[in-house]
């Protein structure tokens, strides 16, 4: 099987929705998990988030029940997003970032609607980390804060720029939406050396927006 690694934000139902079939790779991609500060990644590229844009949040959401319904996966939004993913992310942390607890917070957020910057939610998100002990059980929060920023600018080195995305091969497959794309380069690791493949990735712009 082919090794790839994943970023994700709890913060992006996209995730949730390509986490919730990742039973369709199972016999081809050896998947390690990688939980990132999404935050962090706009900051770096200069982005704005979905949500910050008020007639794409609102498309966005409504996107995502209708995917969901559409591929099956049962989905309930929290009450309100976007929220601080940070107990999340450092509660998958300390579950040592396995399958089963990053499954186990998605369906607290996603499935049931659970607010998780909220105290109800974190305490459900706290009991998940603690019934998956792991090696970093023991670490404080300043330590699982240091492994999701080391996480997060591993990916920002690798040219992740938002979330979800796989990157295999130094190649780099972002949304939900470019799972096909991915497994298609795994057969064929030719794709992007095609001379129209080529071309494009290196075209100059042009024209180039005045940001001022």
Wanted: hydrophobic share 40%.
């Amino acid at each position: 099987m082919k090794k790839v690694d994943w970023y994700f934000d709890f913060i992006s139902p996209f995730a949730y929705l390509q986490f919730s079939q990742f039973k369709r790779f199972e016999n081809e991609l050896n998947i390690t998990i990688h939980p990132v500060v999404f935050g962090g990644l706009l900051k770096h590229w200069g982005q704005l988030g979905p949500a910050e844009i008020v007639p794409k949040r609102i498309f966005t959401y409504r996107f995502f029940k209708w995917k969901a319904d559409r591929l099956g996966i049962e989905y309930t939004m929290p009450p309100s997003h976007p929220f601080n993913p940070l107990p999340a992310l450092l509660s998958c942390i300390a579950g040592n970032s396995t399958f089963e607890v990053t499954q186990e917070i998605f369906d607290t957020i996603y499935k049931e609607g659970s607010q998780p910057d909220q105290k109800k939610g974190i305490e459900k998100l706290e009991a998940i980390a603690k019934k998956h002990a792991s090696d970093h059980s023991n670490l404080d929060e300043k330590s699982l804060k240091k492994i999701l920023r080391t996480n997060t600018s591993n990916a920002i080195e690798n040219g992740v720029f938002g979330v979800p995305t796989f990157v295999v091969e130094g190649q780099v497959f972002w949304g939900g939406d470019a799972s096909d794309m991915l497994l298609d380069f795994i057969k064929d690791p030719q794709l992007f050396n095609t001379e129209e493949m080529k071309r494009i990735s290196s075209m100059p712009m042009g024209l180039i927006r005045d940001k001022s």
